[in-house]
């Protein structure tokens, strides 16, 4: 079983951490320097994240998240954020493409064109883009953060307009969910829930 397997199976979804414990910033910084590696649509990098550690500011994410304990009892209180103007920076990120002479002047305008094409003036495919690609990031945050000793818990039990007003969110800010993160207070290992066999939600072809 390789290293990337006993991690996956060892990654369960903490409901209580150890009080006190502060995750020192070069760490987390370096957990996310890992994140941006993750995939996502155009390479538009749809996702942000706003680590709240502050307590006070802590406390109004567990109000929006209705009162639930285990925000209060984390290191920190990851609010993950998905743009729906990602689309708008599309030019930036690819020119290094163009000016490294990896991308020619009409594939560029091509995809540029292409990718606005698809998303300007589509506010519901800007929605659900933002929603997928910053899940698919989170993800590889919580996998990354087990790898580093951390344990985490994805939560989308939150008042959404509670937490974008409780951060000053800009409309094109869709809050997609929140990861608690710190160390598990767990005294015992609990049995993983019920999960389904292969068979019943794979079909092959």
């Given amino acids: 079983m390789s290293t990337f397997s006993e991690l996956v199976q060892a990654r369960r979804s903490a409901n209580n951490f150890v009080e006190g414990i502060k995750i020192p910033q070069s760490e987390l910084e370096e957990m996310f320097s890992l ?7 155009y390479n538009l990098q749809h996702t942000h994240y706003k680590v709240v550690s502050d307590e006070d500011l802590k406390e109004k994410i567990r109000e929006a998240a209705y009162g639930q304990y285990k925000i209060h009892t984390a290191s920190a209180v990851i609010v993950v954020l998905g743009d729906k103007n990602a689309y708008l920076q599309a030019s930036e990120i690819y020119s290094g493409l163009k000016m490294l002479g990896a991308m020619s002047e009409d594939a560029f305008d091509q995809t540029i064109a292409d990718i606005h094409g698809a998303y300007s003036g589509n506010d519901a495919f800007q929605h659900d883009e933002a929603i997928r690609n910053a899940s698919l990031s989170a993800m590889q945050f919580m996998l990354i953060a087990k790898d580093k000793g951390w ?14 007003a409780a951060l000053n969110l800009s409309d094109n800010m869709v809050p997609v969910m929140l990861i608690t993160i710190g160390k598990d207070n767990k005294h015992k290992i609990r049995p993983r829930g019920y999960r389904k066999p292969v068979n ?4 092959f072809f």
Wanted: a negative charge; aromatic letters at 8%; hydrophobic letters at 45%.
């Fill in 35 to 41: 994140t941006r590696l993750a995939p996502s649509a």
């Fill in 151 to 164: 344990d985490t818990c994805p939560m989308i039990g939150f008042d959404v307009q509670a937490v974008k």
């Fill in 200 to 203: 019943e939600f794979v079909e």
